[in-house]
């Protein structure tokens, strides 16, 4: 008769032997230590700040600013709230910042393409560019441009008069501006209807040219349709715009648009700063592309044009995008030296002056830190999203 036994599973280690149980563990150790000194830090900042009567809260941003603010893109006077301030410079800072990658961006992919050219002429003048503008302070930079430069412009009586229209003095750059009249709603309408014709027309070109090996000339239907459509569409409205032409009245122009010396000054150095980094990060991508695509691209009989925007640039876009990132970041985080300057943004608005008047450095201090914090988030996040488009797909 056979003796029936039963095995039993071993035993799993102690709880304080399982690495990952001891992960978990000292994980949220780190975190209740983090939570406990932020709390900690904020008791007691309330407290000191309660214990010498500073007031906290967000109330003041219902109070009457009471100062001007030289240029706002959103309705403002000095009766308006300090919230409003905050609205002022955030657009501030917003519209510098975007002038400024869109100028970034086109200066330094030429730049980085007139890097490896062939010229030797164009290819030195791009280096030497590239290493000095890179290597001069950007505060100096953007000292140069204010006051050593716009700061010379002739007086408002003298300005530079281009066609009656455009006027450029020490006060700034004064443009028409256009007003739309009844009926401009039809001109909206044809431009949103050619943006999506020349999409479609965009990606009927791409499946005719996997399915036929033929090139469609995109680029110039699709500029034919985006002026053609709002040209037909404006004068079957009856031309419903306006130009309110800027005009000498006193000591200063009025009317039509007006591009203060200050965002000119901020906006130039940004953008030729920010070009330099660029322009060696596209040196670099377009260099990490195998010399054989460029070869087998002239094989095909690719002019050098087409050979590099179609083969070399979109694999180069995968070694441009991440750095390219870092310096968007960097861009948007340097605007805040626009306060050197008085450039109302951000900073000089809301960090400075309504800081000053309200006293509510803790408040004020968080929101700025969040705001920067939160456009940067919004980039990563963004370019994060085109890298992966862009990015080569393995078949």
Do not use: C
């Not at 409003?84 to 869109?102: D, K």
């Amino acid at each position: 008769m056979k003796k029936q036994t039963t095995q039993s599973s071993p035993a799993g280690p102690r709880p304080w032997y399982d690495p990952r149980v001891r992960s978990i563990f000292f994980q949220i150790v780190a975190i209740a230590l983090v939570a406990w000194g932020g709390w900690t830090l904020v008791d007691n900042t309330l407290s000191n700040m309660e214990s010498r009567g500073i007031s906290t809260g967000f109330g003041f941003l219902d109070e009457s600013a009471g100062f001007a603010i030289i240029m706002h893109l959103v309705p403002y006077d000095a009766t308006m709230s300090y919230g409003r301030t905050f609205w002022v410079g955030l657009t501030n800072t917003l519209l510098v910042s975007a002038m400024g990658i869109v100028a970034a961006t086109i200066l330094g992919f030429i730049i980085g393409v007139a890097r490896l050219s062939n010229n030797w002429l164009v290819a030195k003048i791009s280096l030497v560019y590239i290493e000095v503008i890179r290597n001069i302070p950007l505060l100096l930079q953007i000292f140069f441009w204010y006051f050593a430069v716009l700061s010379n412009l002739p007086s408002p009586r003298q300005s530079v008069d281009v066609g009656g229209a455009v006027f450029l003095n020490n006060r700034g750059l004064y443009l028409p501006e256009p007003l739309t009249q009844d009926g401009f709603g039809l001109v909206w309408a044809a431009i949103i209807i050619a943006i999506a014709a020349v999409a479609g027309l965009k990606t009927w070109a791409r499946k005719r040219q996997l399915a036929t090996g033929e090139i469609f000339p995109t680029f110039k239907v699709g500029a034919a349709i985006m002026v053609l459509l709002p040209v037909v569409a404006y004068a079957s409205a009856g031309q419903p715009l306006e130009w309110d032409i800027p005009a000498l009245k006193g000591f200063n122009f009025g009317g039509g648009i007006t591009l203060i010396p200050e965002l000119a000054a901020l906006w130039i150095a940004l953008s030729l700063y920010t070009a330099s980094f660029i322009a060696e990060i596209v040196r670099s991508g377009i260099l990490s592309v195998s010399k054989g695509q460029t070869e087998a691209a002239k094989a095909l009989g690719l002019p050098n044009g087409l050979s590099l925007r179609l083969v070399v640039i979109p694999q180069a876009m995968r070694v441009i995008i991440p750095p390219l990132t870092s310096q968007y970041l960097n861009l948007v985080k340097n605007s805040s030296l626009a306060t050197a300057i008085g450039y109302p943004d951000l900073v000089a608005v809301f960090m400075g002056t309504t800081l000053n008047q309200t006293g509510q450095a803790v408040e004020v201090v968080a929101i700025t830190m969040a705001v920067y914090l939160t456009i940067s988030l919004l980039i990563s996040l963004f370019m994060n999203i085109y890298n992966r488009a862009v990015a080569i797909k393995e078949r």
